[in-house]
Nanobody, 125 residues
Framework: QVQLVESGGGSVQAGGSLRLSCEASGYIYSSNCLGWFRQAPGKEREGVATIYTYRGSAVYADSVKGRFTISQDNAKNTVYLQMNSLKPEDTAMYYC??????????????????WGQGTQVTVSS
């Protein structure tokens, strides 16, 4: 079973930056893709970005395209989410999730079967 631990969340002003980290147990290639999702109070969980672990290609939500970048360090079994030009609407709990091989690497959360506990991101102004 894959275990995921997120870190790097915090409170920043609008226009600022944060880098989230997701450390996965075992080998990062054990999962087809690793994605970032977020959920604000009273809102639906939404996909932010996902990366194919073997290919290194990524998919982004339109709302973060051009501002966020997902990347991976296979040696460290870690996936990152670099968030620039943050907006108040980016405020949410951010979760890392893994999808097994055979599942689609989409931004739909039902495709992912392993989840971290989340890290809070708060953007003021």
């Amino acid at each position: 079973q894959v275990q995921l631990v997120e870190s790097g969340g915090g409170s920043v002003q609008a226009g600022g930056s944060l880098r989230l980290s997701c450390e996965a147990s075992g080998y990062i290639y054990s999962s087809n893709c690793l994605g970032w999702f977020r959920q604000a109070p009273g809102k639906e969980r939404e996909g932010v970005a996902t990366i194919y672990t073997y290919r290194g290609s990524a998919v982004y939500a339109d709302s973060v395209k051009g501002r966020f970048t997902i990347s991976q360090d296979n040696a460290k079994n870690t996936v990152y989410l670099q968030m620039n030009s943050l907006k108040p609407e980016d405020t949410a709990m951010y979760y890392c999730a893994a999808a097994d091989y055979g599942r689609r690497c989409s931004l739909g959360f039902n495709e992912y079967n392993f989840w971290g506990q989340g890290t809070q991101v708060t953007v003021s102004s």
